[in-house]
């Protein structure tokens, strides 16, 4: 019927940003691009808002990879617009980053914040949905990112307070997710998901310090007296 239509249309349109990841990471941007535009108009054909919003934003990192930031902007802007009136912060949150960088580039670090400051709440707001705190700790783990670049956005505009409460929110993840380790029930991890989380950790550690040194460097050193 006409649900199993659109189910299949819509694990198309997945099938299609699969390929265009593969392109893409494999230096074919013209591959990418069709790819994902084809995912663009089988999510629209079917009225699967999210998902579109999720391959438009795909469109806009491949054009601020090609250097056409102002470009980019205008297609994360749009994709946010899809998801006007939905709930889906697993998506918002990757947009408003994406956003945020080609705001950056287009010499905008004001807006750029507000982006990043969106981006989080929206991470918070998807991590809230875990009602075990390990289960939290483990979602919020790869997002850290956006902590990071809030602290070093500010830094660079001179603004040491709140790069310096961006840094403490950094820092407050790396430690929830080393208490948490090994509390999350079910089966005992592999080794391959341990080596992994290590990375991770060890991957974040090395990020707040670099956040660290740069708030530090742009705080005001107080003398004697």
Same mark, same amino acid.
């Given at each position: 019927g006409a649900a199993r239509a659109s189910g299949d249309r819509r694990a198309a349109g997945?099938?299609? +940003?699969?390929?265009?990841?593969?392109?893409?990471?494999?230096?074919?941007?013209? #591959?990418?691009? @069709?790819?994902?535009? *084809?995912?663009?108009?089988?999510?629209? *054909?079917?009225?699967?808002?999210?998902?579109?919003?999720?391959?438009?934003? *795909?469109?806009?990192?491949?054009?601020?990879? #090609?250097?056409?930031?102002?470009?980019?902007?205008?297609?994360? @802007?749009?994709?946010?617009?899809? +998801?006007?009136?939905? @709930?889906? =912060?697993?998506?918002?949150?990757?947009?408003?980053?994406?956003?945020?960088?080609?705001?950056?580039?287009?010499?905008? =670090?004001? *807006?750029?914040? @507000?982006?990043?400051?969106?981006?989080?709440?929206?991470?918070?707001?998807?991590?809230?949905?875990?009602r075990a705190e390990a289960r939290r700790a483990q979602y919020m783990a790869d997002k850290w990112a956006v902590y990071a670049r809030l602290a070093l956005v500010e830094a660079e505009r001179g603004m040491a307070g709140a790069a310096f409460e961006a840094s403490e929110q950094l820092r407050a993840r790396e430690m929830l997710a080393v208490l948490t380790q090994g509390q999350v029930a079910g089966p005992a991890p592999t080794a391959d998901l341990v080596l992994r989380e290590q990375d991770l950790r060890r991957q974040v550690s090395e990020l707040a310090a670099v956040v660290e040194q740069r708030v530090a460097l742009t705080s005001p050193v107080r003398g004697p007296g």
């Open positions: 997945i099938a299609l +940003l699969a390929l265009g990841a593969v392109s893409r990471q494999a230096g074919d941007t013209a #591959g990418a691009r @069709r790819s994902y535009a *084809e995912a663009v108009a089988i999510f629209r *054909e079917i009225g699967d808002a999210v998902a579109d919003a999720a391959a438009r934003g *795909e469109l806009a990192g491949l054009e601020l990879e #090609g250097g056409a930031a102002a470009v980019s902007a205008a297609g994360y @802007r749009q994709a946010l617009g899809q +998801l006007q009136g939905r @709930r889906a =912060p697993d998506v918002s949150w990757q947009l408003r980053a994406g956003l945020a960088d080609a705001l950056l580039a287009l010499a905008q =670090p004001g *807006e750029a914040v @507000r982006e990043l400051r969106l981006a989080m709440l929206d991470v918070e707001q998807a991590g809230s949905g875990f």
